[in-house]
């Protein structure tokens, strides 16, 4: 339904929405601009390299990122006008888009346990399963917020705003969403944690390379990067719907700051951190292959001197 308003009294709004729709910008442009700051990593170690489950995995929670920060943009920015069932085909999209990005993120962080853990079916069982347990509440959460939403199209003196309402309380659906997200993720992080400090204090008994240079190092790095990211978009949310006064509305710029912020961290962990979880591995592993490559080249030049002066004091 669309309703049409020409009063004064609705400047408020239009000033918050734009207020808001500066955070859905930046979150868009710094997801395009990381984008376009690694597309020439993502050439080399992704779209040359053999085709494997990472890589489509990564392509996903890439560019399914970018549709969805884009899609957002269109939904929020108060200049661009959309009919109410564009918005409402959006936001389902939307919507479904996070609990899929969700799942491949999680894909990938088992994948790397699993890793780490060299292989251990138990490490990889009681993963699968509690991550299965909390996507497939996620997705029944998801379907009731669907079910439970009403799409509502306002014209506030030229401008265009789009709102979603509830028939139910989603609160707590959405609380308990998150709680259980983010307590799947600590402990995938006391997991990798565990596994690297273990590794790094036997490693000095088996090598003399630098920690730092270690395959250990770059995936706790990146892991550590998306956790802080995660943790911060969960508190936030956590913050809105337990807080009455952010979620009611009563201060529109306050809460829509905290949706603002939501909206940036949200994108930058799920469609920046996200993808550098492969990326960063890959780059490693090239590194490592063309340091690798590098000394056997040495090793044969060498090689062939002694040869080389060998033969020639013979003669």
């Known amino acids: 339904?669309?309703?049409?308003?020409?009063?004064?009294?609705?400047?408020?709004?239009?000033n918050a929405n734009y207020f808001y729709s500066y955070f859905v910008v930046a979150a868009f442009v710094g997801a395009t601009y990381d984008w376009a700051l690694t597309l020439g990593q993502e050439v080399e170690l992704i779209w040359r390299q053999r085709w494997s489950l990472m890589t489509v995995l990564y392509l996903c929670s890439r560019y399914l990122g970018i549709l969805s920060a884009g899609m957002t943009l269109l939904v929020i920015v108060p200049t661009i006008p959309l009919t109410d069932t564009v918005s409402w085909i959006m936001y389902v999209v939307r919507n479904w888009t996070g609990i899929v990005i969700f799942a491949i993120l999680w894909v990938i962080i088992i994948t790397r346990l699993y890793a780490m853990y060299q292989g251990s079916r138990k490490i990889l069982i009681f993963l699968v399963v509690t991550c299965l347990a909390v996507t497939i509440y996620?997705?029944?959460?998801?379907?009731?917020?669907?079910?439970?939403?009403?799409?509502?199209?306002?014209?506030?003196?030229?401008?265009?705003q789009c709102t979603i309402t509830y028939t139910t309380d989603t609160l707590i659906l959405n609380s308990v969403a998150w709680t259980l997200s983010l307590v799947w993720e600590v402990l995938a992080l006391c997991l990798a944690a565990w596994i690297a400090v273990k590794h790094f204090r036997e490693l000095p008994q088996h090598s003399a390379g630098g920690i730092m240079e270690d395959c250990f190092a770059v995936l706790m790095k990146t892991h550590v990067l998306y956790f802080a990211s995660f943790v911060g978009v969960s508190c936030f949310q956590l913050i809105i719907n337990l807080s009455p006064t952010i979620s009611s509305f009563q201060n529109l710029t306050e809460s829509l700051t905290f949706y603002g912020l939501i909206q940036i961290l949200d994108v930058v962990q799920m469609f920046v951190l996200g993808p550098r979880l492969i990326l960063g591995v890959r780059e490693f592993n090239a590194k490592l292959v063309a340091d690798s490559d590098?000394?056997?080249?040495?090793?044969?030049?060498?090689?062939?001197?002694?040869?080389?002066?060998?033969t020639g004091s013979g003669v």
């Open 1 to 14: 339904m669309t309703i049409v308003l020409n009063d004064p009294a609705s400047w408020p709004t239009i």
């Open 294 to 310: 590098a000394a056997t080249v040495m090793s044969s030049v060498a090689f062939q001197e002694r040869v080389h002066i060998s």
């Open 138 to 160: 996620n997705g029944v959460e998801a379907v009731l917020m669907t079910i439970h939403a009403l799409e509502e199209e306002f014209i506030l003196s030229g401008t265009y």
